[in-house]
């Protein structure tokens, strides 16, 4: 996510009683200790978790608006708030937790995660609420995150991310320069978010104890895993930043650990899973990337909020990750492009020479004005990779263009090069090519298969196997006729 690109916010706070409560809108900073107090049902002081202290929820308010910033804002879909409302609610009273609030928060965002803060904040994306096919599935994702709250796991972690030294992980494992306090600041809080494998095996554990006592399929747990590890190979792609996928891994081993915890409170088909009522509840929602963030149309990506626009070259393949653009090359080549806080007085020959980039060649460094935008460019050279850096000026906003390479050959230069001379205010041709995708339902026919159903998404890029993993199916794999199934659809 860029810096500064306005987006509406919007969480709701739960207790074991309560249905939903949603209030906030505007600037993230408005969610205090008197905000949760007053959303309270009973009208009584909020409980707090079972497993933390007083300064959790301090903790907790600090790292919230960063986590939110962070992941593009927060999603509003009515009928799936009510849904995961009510599941949390039901969640907290199996938990012994029936007086204790949490507050909830779907994340704008098409990652698959989902993650937990001290003090009761539970995070949720918009992508791991499209890969689960039933009740039972999310619930045992937010079992877990509950889990991980009260078993103090958030309250442990967050003591090691205050000892530990945080890195941004794609300009200082490639650039080796000084980090934005800005994106520290984002990076802290998702830092928050990873735990010890250990932990993770804690919290399966108590998370299917605590599905299976709310009256869920306790094997769900198993069988969501199993598709987070399809999904994570149909995404798999170099450089890209970490998430539920790889914080969460769904190795043969955790699977097993799970079918066997969930075998003490029945066998599989135990418990409610409700899968049309979960399918109802999330169709219509958006897929895929977040708009506010940009859109990414072919090689070309475009930014309504920020109105600007580039593209890449064909044989870049174009991405957008938390808080950059990132395309990479079939030879290994890469770019960034991000954001940046410079004082308006900088000028960007000094930001480029100010020390964030290792091994740049300040005798590089030159300045021109390109599509009525301000730039300088440098190149900058390390024991493996060869940089070509360009910091572009609008108005009150830096951007940075980073491009990476093994050889600093004249394709990679002119690749650069091409890139920066793309980069320009958007027109109405751009903001008309931007198509908004949603997830929506089709019914299963009498003589359907996986595969007829597939093909309904076969003029999207790789939308066949896409159907195939939203759904859980393999290829060939009889289907219900009558039952629902999800597909993607451009609008």
């Known amino acids: 996510m860029m810096n500064g690109l306005p987006i509406s916010r919007r969480q709701f706070l739960l207790g074991g009683t309560a249905l939903f409560t949603v209030a906030l809108s505007g600037c993230v900073g408005l969610l ?10 009973s009208g009584a002081a909020p409980a707090v978790p079972a497993g933390t202290d007083p300064d959790d929820t301090v903790i907790g308010l600090r790292e919230h ?21 009510r599941m949390v609610s039901r969640l907290l009273a ?12 779907i994340l704008d965002s098409s990652e698959v995660n989902a993650f937990a803060l001290p003090g009761g904040f539970i995070y949720v994306t918009r992508g791991i609420l499209a890969l689960a096919n039933d009740m039972s599935e999310l619930a045992a994702v937010i079992a877990h995150e509950i889990a991980h709250v009260i078993l103090r796991h958030a309250r442990a972690r967050s003591n090691r991310v205050r000892t530990s030294e945080i890195v941004d992980r794609v300009v200082t494992s490639i650039l080796g320069g000084v980090i934005d306090p800005n994106a ?17 095996l804690e919290a399966d554990q108590e998370g299917i104890k605590i599905a299976a006592r709310a009256g869920y399929d306790p094997h769900a747990a198993a069988r969501f895993l199993t598709a987070m590890g399809r999904f994570a190979q149909f995404v798999a792609t170099p450089g890209m930043g970490d998430d539920f996928l790889s914080s969460h891994p769904s190795t043969p081993d955790r699977i097993q650990r799970a079918v066997e915890a969930a075998r003490e409170y029945g066998a599989p088909g135990t418990g409610t899973t409700d899968r049309e009522g979960y399918l109802r509840a999330i169709e219509g929602m958006d897929f895929g990337d ?10 070309r990506y475009v930014n309504p909020a920020r109105e600007i626009t580039f593209e890449v070259p064909r044989a870049y393949e174009l991405q957008i990750s938390n808080a950059a653009v990132v395309a990479v090359a079939g030879d290994g080549a890469a770019l960034r492009f991000d954001s940046a806080s410079v004082q308006p007085g900088v000028s960007l020959a000094d930001y480029l020479r100010s020390g964030w980039i290792a091994g740049l060649m300040p005798e590089t460094v030159t300045t021109q004005t390109l599509n009525g935008i301000e730039m300088a460019s440098g190149r900058a050279q390390t024991d493996q990779w060869y940089f070509h850096v360009t910091v572009a000026r609008i108005g009150e906003d830096v951007y940075r263009f980073i491009f990476a390479g093994k050889e600093d050959t ?40 996986a595969d007829s159903l597939a093909r309904r998404m076969s003029t999207l890029n790789r939308g066949r196997e896409l159907f195939l993993v939203l ?17 993607v659809e451009v609008v």
């Open 32 to 41: 205090n200790n008197s905000d949760i107090a007053t959303r309270q049902t």
């Open 65 to 85: 608006p960063r986590i939110i910033a962070n992941y593009g804002g927060v999603y509003e879909y009515r009928k799936t708030e009510v849904m995961l409302a």
């Open 94 to 105: 199996a938990a012994g937790q029936p007086d204790t609030q949490f507050t909830v928060t």
């Open 184 to 200: 520290t600041a984002q990076r802290s809080a998702e830092s928050l978010a990873a735990f010890s494998q250990r932990q993770e």
């Open 290 to 299: 977040n708009t506010r963030q940009g859109a990414i149309v072919g090689k």
């Open 410 to 449: 004249e394709a990679f230069r002119r690749d650069a090069e091409n890139t920066i001379a793309s980069f320009r205010r958007t027109r109405a041709s751009d903001l008309s090519s931007i198509r908004k995708v949603k997830l929506e339902l089709v019914t299963a026919r009498s003589g359907d298969t």
């Open 471 to 487: 759904n859980n199916l393999l290829p060939g794999d009889p289907v219900e006729a009558g039952a629902s199934y999800k597909v």
